[in-house]
């Protein structure tokens, strides 16, 4: 019986190998969209990512005869300690279909966690909260929209067998191309009607950097009180902002004032997920070709955040923001949007996609459990 040795890795030095031992696993999912390496390089630097200086993250590989068979990686966030004290987060927790290499990875992660005094792990999360999370467990049939992950479905049988139980699901919803309900155009047409402070515009990419302070302020802000929110920091803030300006497409991310008070925000992304799955990774031999005319023939949106202060919760911003995001998503060739990811308990935001005609079609998952730290 060939034995599973799981080892610890230096970052940056073996990032690439970390990131590239995930095409075997996952060569006959149809629906897997490969990262760009170098993206992912640069996001395991310790010296360029703002996030390892908040946080202590160790990543781990399982090898079989020396071939890699999977990976994860143990964090200790300084800002999820400071709300709640000794809970450890997993993520990047990739295998083979075989239990022995699962139970072995997590095992490595959790004994890292414990050495940290954390009495609990959570995950997945790549590497945080405020990063790519979630255990996809209903809806493998479709490709993920960007920034979202995708897993095998046998992932859920390993997670269960480690001992591993649901602590939070999150939903996507699917919104077919089509004329909104007359409902909400209605109650956005009254609402700013009734009152004339409040105002709408698009994002303005030429004022960047403005335009990522209103919107972080509204992030910490109106999720605040959310369920496993991280308060997002400034340095790491606008280094994602940064790899985030040249896809955003202005007419599809909208700012609320009520007043001079920006109040909301809607940030809505064309589906860039479609042009990586092609680049397989790689900017060469033809990736680059895929980059530059690939965003043209994207056909879906995602309604990636929509966000309104605490103090302006009341008021129905929201109505106005999804009715202008839609007319604009209507004059491009598209197909829907997905609206993601939507805590279970979130029913306000829940009821309002369903008024939208918006239906489930994914479903991810944290998970906890209990490292026997006394």
């Not at 990419?205 to 009180?225: C, G, K, M």
């Not at 009520?258 to 790689?282: F, H, R, W």
């Not at 929509?306 to 202008?324: C, F, N, S």
Request: glycine share 6%; proline share 6%.
């Amino acid at each position: 019986m060939s034995r599973i040795q799981v080892r610890p890795i230096t970052l940056p030095q073996d990032a690439a190998k970390f990131v590239k031992s995930w095409w075997p696993i996952y060569k006959d999912d149809p629906h897997w969209v490969p990262p760009l390496v170098f993206e992912r390089k640069t996001f395991f630097d310790p010296y360029q990512n703002p996030y390892f200086k908040i946080a202590e993250v160790q990543l781990f590989m399982a090898f079989r005869d020396d071939k890699p068979v999977g990976t994860i990686a143990a964090t200790v966030d300084s800002v999820v300690q400071e709300n709640e004290p000794g809970l450890g987060l997993f993520g990047f927790f990739e295998f083979e279909d075989d239990k022995d290499i699962s139970r072995a990875l997590f095992a490595a992660a959790a004994e890292w966690l414990r050495k940290k005094g954390m009495k609990t792990a959570r995950g997945p999360y790549n590497l945080s909260p405020n990063h790519e999370f979630g255990l996809l467990v209903d809806g493998f049939d479709t490709d993920p929209m960007i920034a979202n992950p995708h897993n095998l479905a046998y992932y859920g049988d390993h997670y269960e067998a480690i001992g591993l139980e649901k602590s939070m699901d999150w939903y996507a919803y699917w919104m077919d191309k089509g004329p909104l309900p007359e409902k909400i155009e209605a109650i956005a047409e009254r609402f700013l009607k009734r009152n004339p402070e409040v105002t709408l515009r698009k994002v303005n990419l030429d004022d960047w950097d403005n335009e990522v302070r209103l919107f972080r302020e509204i992030y910490n802000d109106a999720w605040e009180d959310n369920w496993g929110h991280v308060y997002f920091g400034d340095d790491e803030f606008y280094w994602a902002a940064k790899n985030l300006k040249q896809i955003v497409n202005p007419d599809l991310c909208w700012f609320a004032y009520v007043g001079d008070e920006c109040a909301g925000a809607s940030i809505t992304l064309p589906d860039y997920n479609q042009v990586a799955k092609k680049m397989n990774g790689s900017l060469f031999p033809f990736g680059w070709y895929h980059g530059l005319f690939g965003a043209r023939k994207i056909d879906a949106l995602r309604v990636w955040v929509l966000g309104i202060k605490k103090k302006h919760q009341r008021m129905p911003l929201g109505a106005p923001l999804y009715t202008r995001t839609w007319e604009e998503g209507l004059k491009l060739n598209i197909r829907g949007a997905e609206a993601s990811l939507i805590l279970e308990t979130n029913t306000r935001m829940r009821g309002a996609l369903v008024k939208l005609g918006a239906r489930i079609y994914k479903t991810y998952r944290t998970y906890d459990i209990d490292l026997g730290v006394s």
